[in-house]
């Protein structure tokens, strides 16, 4: 049974076939990601390759696919809140594992400040990637333009904003509808005075449950909306403020966990009971953070790691063309988790 070429310590395409029993063709489509092989036949490749260790030759495989192998993931945040905040490290995770099914390489690229984005864009312009994955973005976020104009197939995760470039397909969660389920379960245990703690208004997110919080509270006071920026540190800052001029406030709605951590913070301090005195739910249920809440935090769900898995799965059908940006956008379903803080 041949394993190798003469000279080479490497298993080949035909070492596979052998092994697997069948055809070169066959192990060839398998290993590309090629559609027609049966499972069967697809499980016996898969069972050589792991026996004899082949590592498929990219630089030789895009030659005929015209393909890399490698996606970049573009997160418009600075270091810090990347590897800060939950969020994205649940992302991500899910964004590597589907890549990783796929075998494809995953490229991080990060916005420091405004000069990274010619870094960006010409790293984009330069072929080096098969498509890019981009999330986080701002209203006034230059990226979008940029990435239209290097005509790499992108999937952005999160609405983009209006007017903020071509249509480009994406995969967000209901927030407005997520917003409504938190504050019209605050409404049903008999609250009255109900806070938001709002996220940055520049991006969609935020402002979509900005909006999902004004459904149900039509005519809602504006003094009991205070606006954050999603960090812990200004769900403290914005619950404070909120406590300052609104003493009178029974239940609070903050846009993410993070905040809705931080106003926990600034409650304890002050001696307020939570939720004898004011109930209070987050959006997101990320479990590294409502795991350190006391009480336990009632929020939002959302499948972070299953979006950035859907990112995935949405620009292999791009790059495959069957999907385009007027009709492939998804948005996920959310659900209310009930715990002790409301």
Known sequence: ??????????PTLEAVAARAGVSRAT???????GAGVRQALVDKVREAVEELGYVPNHAARSLVTRRHGAVAVIIAEPEFRIFSDPFFEQQVRGISRELTAHDAQLVLLWVEGPGDHG???????????DGALAFSLHSDD?????????SVPTVFGGRPAVGSGPAVPYVDCDNRGGARQAVRHLVDL???????LAGPRDQTSALDRIAGYHDVLVDADPELLCQGDFTRESGARAMAELLDRRPDVDAVFASNDLMAAGALRTLRERGIRVPEDIAVVGFDDMDSVVRDTEPALTTVRQDIEGMGRLMVRLLMRVLDGAADAASAS????T????????
């Open 119 to 129: 870094r960006i864009a010409r790293y984009l312009d330069g072929g080096h990637v």
């Open 142 to 150: 230059r990226l979008p333009a940029l990435i239209a104009r290097s």
């Open 330 to 333: 998804v948005i996920t379903s």
């Open 27 to 33: 192990v060839s489509r398998v290993v590309n990601g």
């Open 1 to 10: 049974m041949p394993e190798q070429t003469a000279g080479s310590s490497r």
């Open 335 to 342: 659900s209310l988790v009930r715990r002790a803080s409301a």
């Open 190 to 196: 008999g609250r009255r005075r109900i806070a938001h």
